[in-house]
């Protein structure tokens, strides 16, 4: 089964071709990025109105790479939401046209169960479940136990800021550019992880919630000790980059071992999302979860945003759902994944 999918949900443009939900025949990403590094984030219509003209040269760029005809093409898929209104329409709307101009069906597919499918991608073998998954960006912080792709419960989600997030507001606090996952890495890489004592959030064992404003603000205050003394970020930044990483990323893995104690029986651990391309995340993960199998999505271009991890979730709909998964949907800024998951 050939499906081309479209991913407009944030500032990337996206569209794949990718076969039976695993081979990648194409994955167009086009960002814009570069125009947001000032602002230390994303202004939507900005985003929309560049999404609205890059949309046509990107599709016609991944049926070209991929070497298909819209004859080959059996279905379509599209980020149906949450993400950013005006960048979910422009999507959406291509999507629509082009299934009702080619008489293709057409699947609309929530933006994270896309991302929890990105580790299938390229993957020759099938996964074990029951899973816990760790899926984290700039959007959405979620813990999810699933019984198969498209099904099962949600464990824990931020209360407030998601992950990605503290790292793009913690980096901004540093002065470095969006996004700030990347650049902290990149800085902290040489830091010392224990310079600077950062709290573990919601540390009483009563949730699997996350809570990231809290380091936010330690790390603001942390700033702000520095400079009392004399000193300037820029002297200890990869040891502050480095202890912040460490804070944010030892309480997403905390949390994933937390999980593992109240489900034991679980076979595999997946993280996904923007986040997981973080190597000291993956490290802190695996060393909490015994001989289980860790799966994070096999390139860095399927972490972060792409139209591939949405094919694949759409033929994992088709699979587990048949005719059902193509039903009308409606674009929301604001859909939830309990819902998706749940509708099995
Ligand atoms: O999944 P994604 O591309 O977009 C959303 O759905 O939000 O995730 C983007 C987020 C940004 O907040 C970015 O800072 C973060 O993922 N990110 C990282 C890394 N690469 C991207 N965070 C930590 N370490 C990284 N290496
Ligand atoms: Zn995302």
Redesign the pocket.
């Given at each position: 089964m050939l499906i081309l999918a479209i991913e407009s949900?944030?500032d990337?443009t996206s569209a794949s071709v990718v076969r039976d939900g695993r081979s990648v025949l194409s994955n167009v990403i086009a960002t814009s990025r570069s125009a947001f590094e000032k602002s230390g984030g994303v202004i939507p219509e900005e985003a929309a109105r560049r999404q609205v003209e890059c949309m046509v040269p990107v599709i016609r760029q991944a049926l070209s790479e991929a070497n298909v005809g819209k004859e080959q093409i059996d279905l379509i898929a599209v980020t149906k939401g949450p993400?950013l209104s005006g960048s979910l329409l422009v999507g959406t709307t291509a999507a629509r046209a082009l299934a009702s101009l080619w008489g293709k069906p057409l699947i609309g597919v929530h933006?994270t169960l896309g991302?929890l499918a990105s580790t299938l991608l390229e993957l020759g073998e099938e996964p074990a479940f029951p899973a816990i998954t760790l899926s984290?960006?700039?959007?959405?912080t979620d813990l999810l136990y699933r019984t198969a792709h498209a099904r099962g419960f949600v464990l824990g989600t931020t209360r407030d800021d998601?992950?990605?997030?503290a790292?793009?507001k913690g980096?901004a606090l540093l002065g470095l550019p969006?996004?700030?996952?990347?650049a902290?890495?990149e800085h902290g890489a040489k830091g010392k992880r224990d310079a600077f004592r950062f709290p573990l959030p919601l540390n009483d064992g009563s949730t699997l919630d996350f809570s990231f404003s809290g380091l936010k603000t330690a790390l603001k205050y942390a700033i702000r000790d520095l400079e009392a003394e004399g000193k300037t970020v820029a002297e200890v930044l990869p040891d502050i980059a480095a202890s912040y990483?460490h804070a944010?990323c030892r309480h997403l893995a905390a949390r994933v071992e937390e999980s593992l104690g109240f489900h034991p029986e679980v076979r595999e651990v997946h993280i996904v999302?923007?986040?997981s391309?973080?190597?000291h995340?993956r490290s802190l993960v695996q060393a909490g979860i015994g001989a289980r199998v860790l799966r994070f999505p096999v390139r860095?271009s399927y972490?972060?945003?792409n139209a591939a991890m949405i094919a694949a979730a759409a033929y994992t709909l088709y699979c587990e759902r048949g005719e059902r998964a193509c039903s009308p949907f409606t674009t929301g800024c604001s859909l939830r994944l309990e819902d998706v998951l749940a509708a099995h």
């Open positions: 949900s944030c990337e993400g933006h991302h984290a960006s700039g959007g959405h998601a992950a990605g997030e790292f793009d980096a969006y996004p700030g996952g990347p902290i890495q990483e944010v999302g923007g986040v391309a973080n190597v995340l860095l972490c972060t945003d």
